[in-house]
């Protein structure tokens, strides 16, 4: 028992955290799997480095940390977050999560098309596409975090998508996080459910705002759900946009289970966190559906980011396209594995899978890992990974045109991240992928992605 | 006073043990003049070419660099770019994600800086680089694209001709810029080249053949050997080079050693 303790740290805060959680109305079905999942983490406590999964990402910080539940706030302090986060009129919808809770004050539906719902969750328990799709997707045997945020459902947003239905802007989930003096933690769930031929582009934002004079440690948990459940020939591009403060830990698991001709397109921006671990798994359920997933991964001091993806093939004629992209300084450390699991029926299956990395410094440090697990014997599936330091080549020729050291060393840093962020569509998405570089290398103003050139292969056309 | 001298000149490659390639250069170039330096492989002559743009992959031991009264070793890559030096590579190199007329413009602004001139706005910018598109006959499609990827060996030697026009050096150092072009090429490439040659400025090529020569008439031909320039003389060296290839100056070379 001794033992076991050991290995499976459980904070005694951690439970009585949970009687605090406010009703969420009566439903046998959620009590009854809200339960299930607690009760799976009590089993298993917080992963450890001993588990494969976990090996490159220690998370025993998290676990000795008492967190407690973040509570909502619409303070000064809250409307500046909202404001410098949001995407204003670039977004269709905006619906603003402060530490966790909705906070319809700093929302904005917008005019969806008849049918489309964006809801808080904690609102939408009653639907039956809730019940019959939350917690299918993402599983809780699979993942002590998952786990937990399932137990701990309480907010976040429901994204509906009747047939044919095709809102013309980005729907845009913001999560906000503002500490405390005390270690708070939240747990946003997001399901979508797209039905036959709907369309839609979903961004989710995970940002810190500093607590400013009044104080505060910054220290801050995010463990995030998301699940997106999508019918045949309907298109989902989301972006996830993880700009939390440089001492927030960011947990994540993102579901998706793709009918047959539905595509999905994933563009994953990290940028801030101390400790990020991102999982990502696609299930390609129908014969033709195609997924994309792209990441960058831009990381300095001794911050860490670990993004696992599963790709799996679970019918034949599917297309999948995978590219990260790492940009690690100083001593940040990155980790991505990226598996593909193409099942025996799976065939016609055609799946490349890139993993670029880019070291600025002797002392950061990344492990990639290419796992490929084929059982059809017709496919086509590659993968190919590259990491070193910038091209000392490419600075001179840059250098003996004028251009100074440090400028080509920011430029060639630049163009590497801009191979993610040209392919994404959502104009704020990339405005403030740009910034930050502006400010994190120092880069001249006028340079922008679009005055950068570069073959196309790979970009999602509208 | 000569725009370029060159004294002693001794450099080997930047690395512990690294190989002696210069073993004491000595040359001057003066402003309007075209010199060609001439060699069999692994005499040296790219590595001067290298060495006098500021690549830090070799290092001088010895001797001593002057360019237009300044003392050039002292000068980073950068600088010497900035105070009218360009190096036409004999290897353009690939740069995936930057648009060649984002670079151009930065390194022509970084110039103008240096020599406190404004900077060009993008009107000026694309004026300038109009013109020189039309001299190398260049599709303007070029300008959007990565600089150098994809691009076949003659549309990249094209390119660092185009450049070297645009930035307008007073030295232009051009590394067998000759090397994997067809004819057609050729005579474009050295069209350009021609087109800079005034009396401001002086151009140094080194080349393995002689038939660049043809399109631009040096008016001294070096022969350099083991990193020393051995032989001097006019265009006709070349020629005689072309016919009895370098075994006979080795050996001219070695009687007078």
């Known amino acids: ?50 588990q494969e999964e976990w090996r490159f990402t220690n998370v025993d910080a998290i676990a000795r940390t008492r967190y407690s539940p973040a509570e909502s706030s619409h303070n000064a302090q809250a409307i500046e977050a909202a404001m410098r986060f949001g995407f204003g009129d670039e977004a269709l ?72 239905a095709a809102p013309a802007g980005p729907i845009h989930l913001l999560f906000v996080s503002i500490p405390t003096d005390q270690p708070t933690m939240t747990h946003p769930r997001v399901l979508v459910v797209a039905e036959e031929n709907a369309q839609a582009t979903i961004v989710e934002t995970y940002a810190g705002e500093a607590a400013g004079e009044t104080g505060g440690t910054g220290v801050y948990l995010t463990n995030a759900v998301t699940e997106i459940v999508q019918a045949p020939h309907s298109r989902i591009d989301h972006c996830k946009m993880q ?27 990290n940028t801030g966190g101390l400790l990020t671990r991102n999982e990502v798994g696609v299930v390609l359920a129908g014969e033709h559906a195609d997924a994309t997933l792209n990441g960058l991964v831009l990381m300095d001091g001794s911050r860490h980011c670990d993004n696992h993806t599963l790709l799996d093939h679970a019918a034949a004629n599917c297309p999948s396209h995978e590219l990260y992209k790492h940009v690690l300084a100083d001593k940040s450390t990155g980790v991505f594995k990226g598996k593909i699991l193409v099942r025996k029926d799976s065939q016609k299956t055609d799946s490349k899978q890139t993993s670029k990395v880019l070291l600025l410094s002797d002392e950061a440090r990344m492990d990639s890992m290419p796992a490929l697990e084929i059982y059809a014997d017709d496919v086509k599936c590659t993968h190919g990974s590259t990491t070193g330091p910038v091209d000392e080549e490419q600075v001179f020729y840059l250098r003996s045109r004028g251009i100074a050291l440090e400028a080509a060393r920011h430029l060639m840093t630049y163009a590497f991240a801009a191979d993610i962020t040209r392919r994404i569509k959502v104009a704020p998405v990339r405005a403030r992928i740009e910034n930050f570089m502006a400010a994190q290398h120092g880069l001249p103003l006028d340079l922008r992605i679009s005055e950068l050139g570069g073959h196309d292969e790979g970009v999602v056309n509208a | 006073m000569a725009l370029l001298e060159i004294k002693n000149l001794h450099a080997r490659v930047a690395a512990p043990g690294g190989k002696d390639i210069l073993k004491g250069v000595n040359l001057t170039i003066d402003r309007g003049q075209v010199h060609a330096i001439m060699g069999k492989n692994g005499s040296g002559k790219s590595t001067l070419s290298q060495v006098l743009a500021g690549r830090e992959a070799y290092e001088v031991t010895e001797g001593s660099v002057t360019y237009d009264g300044k003392d050039l070793l002292d000068l980073s890559a950068e600088e010497r770019a900035r105070e009218g030096i360009f190096l036409a590579f004999q290897y353009p190199v690939e740069i995936p994600g930057v648009s060649t007329d984002y670079f151009l413009k930065a390194a022509v602004n970084a110039s103008r800086k240096h020599h406190n001139l404004p900077e060009l706005d993008a009107v000026q910018f694309i004026k300038l680089i109009k013109e ?60 350009g080249a021609n087109s800079l ?32 320039i051995v032989k001097t003389g006019d265009k006709n060296l070349a020629l005689e080079l072309e016919e009895r290839g370098y075994d006979w100056v080795e050996q001219e070379t070695a009687l007078t050693v």
Request: contains cysteine.
């Open chain 1, 1 to 50: 028992m001794t033992q076991l303790a050991a290995d499976r740290i459980i904070h005694p805060t951690f439970v009585p955290h949970l009687a605090k959680e406010p009703a969420l109305g009566n439903h046998s079905w959620l009590d009854q799997l809200r339960a299930t999942a607690l009760a799976r983490f009590e089993l298993t406590g917080y992963p450890t480095r001993k």
């Open chain 1, 93 to 164: 919808t905006e619906l603003v999560f402060i530490n966790g809770h909705y906070t319809p004050q700093l929302s904005r539906l917008g005019e969806l098309p008849r049918g489309v719902i964006v809801a808080p969750v904690a609102e939408s328990f009653h639907r039956p596409e809730v019940q019959a799709n939350l917690a299918r997707h993402a599983d809780v045997q699979l993942n002590p975090f998952v786990a937990m945020n399932t137990g701990l459902i309480s907010d976040g947003v429901y994204i509906h998508l009747p047939r044919n």
């Open chain 1, 243 to 269: 700009q939390e403060l440089h001492t927030a830990n960011h947990i994540a698991s993102m579901n998706v289970h793709l009918g047959h001709d539905a595509r999905f397109v994933s563009h994953s921006i």
């Open chain 2, 132 to 191: 020189k598109m039309t001299l190398l006959k260049m599709d303007p499609s070029f300008m959007k694209r990565a600089i150098n990827e994809g691009f076949s060996g003659g549309e990249k030697k094209r390119n660092e001709i185009f450049q070297m026009a645009v930035c307008n050096p007073t030295l232009a150092l051009m590394d067998e810029t000759d090397s994997g072009l067809d004819i057609d090429a050729l005579k474009i490439v050295s069209h």
């Open chain 2, 197 to 228: 040659r005034t009396p401001e400025r002086a151009i140094l090529l080194v080349t393995h053949y002689q038939r660049l020569l043809n399109y631009i008439q040096p008016d001294f031909v070096h022969v350099m050997i083991d990193g020393r």
